[in-house]
């Protein structure tokens, strides 16, 4: 199973970014996915996550209301809207996709995850 993220890149605080996530290798309607990040210095955090139908998302309180998670089952993407980012946001961004349709925030229920894709907020 592959995962690429991309769409990652410099944008000024209040702008905006779409992270994109294309899976290969995996059967994509009955797992959980999510996203996750890194921001410096700090330990891997949860982004959010999205149920395998897409139809329920989960959110960390820090990027409630911001950002936006997403999926297309037909092909197989998963993309996260990121709107009036803040300094703070600046992390490498993971996504991540499971067996099961965990997708919560305990990193266990995961198996496979991309290679990240770095997002800086910067003026």
């Known amino acids: 199973v592959q995962l690429q993220a991309s769409g990652g890149g410099l944008v000024q605080p209040g702008g905006s970014l779409r992270l994109s996530c294309a899976t290969s290798?995996?059967?994509?309607?009955?797992?959980?996915m999510a996203w996750f990040r890194r921001r410096p210095g700090q330990d891997r955090e949860y982004v959010g996550g999205?149920?395998?139908?897409?139809?329920?998302?989960r959110y960390a309180d820090s990027v409630k209301g911001r950002f936006t998670i997403s999926r297309e089952n037909n092909k197989n993407t998963m993309f996260l809207q990121m709107s009036d980012l803040k300094l703070e946001d600046t992390a490498v961004y993971y996504c991540?996709?499971?067996?099961?349709?965990?997708?919560?925030?305990?990193?266990?229920?995961?198996?496979?995850w991309g290679q990240g894709t770095q997002v800086t907020v910067s003026s």
């Open positions: 991540t996709i499971g067996r099961s349709p965990h997708y919560e925030a305990n990193d266990r229920g995961y198996d496979w």
């Open positions: 290798g995996h059967r994509w309607g009955t797992s959980g």
């Open positions: 999205i149920s395998p139908d897409g139809v329920r998302t």
